[in-house]
């Protein structure tokens, strides 16, 4: 369990590190909803976790989404 939670807090402390403006807002809110979901199972640090890392994902996502074919520099 400690070994769990230890890589969940080094992958998120990885993805604060890695991420900019607009992957935070991202990052923030799945956390809180993660972190909910989490708490009413018991496991509300694994919850935010798992939320920042999927809230990241989808935020990065809808950026791709929205700058269609820009070119990568």
Same mark, same amino acid.
């Given at each position: =369990?400690?070994?769990?939670? #230890?890589?969940?807090? @080094? ?6 590190? @890695? #991420?900019?403006? #607009?992957?935070a807002? %991202?990052?923030? !809110? %799945?956390?809180?909803? /993660? /972190?909910?979901? %989490?708490h =009413?199972?018991g496991?509300g640090k =694994? /919850? ?12 990065? !996502?809808k950026d791709?989404?929205?700058g %269609?074919?820009?070119?990568? /520099?």
């Amino acid at each position: =369990m400690k070994t769990t939670l #230890a890589l969940a807090a @080094s992958l998120t402390l990885g993805l604060f590190a @890695s #991420a900019g403006a #607009a992957e935070a807002k %991202g990052c923030i !809110k %799945g956390a809180l909803v /993660g /972190g909910v979901a %989490g708490h =009413m199972a018991g496991h509300g640090k =694994m /919850g935010a976790a798992a939320g920042c890392a999927v809230g990241h994902s989808k935020a990065n !996502k809808k950026d791709k989404q929205q700058g %269609g074919s820009q070119p990568q /520099g």
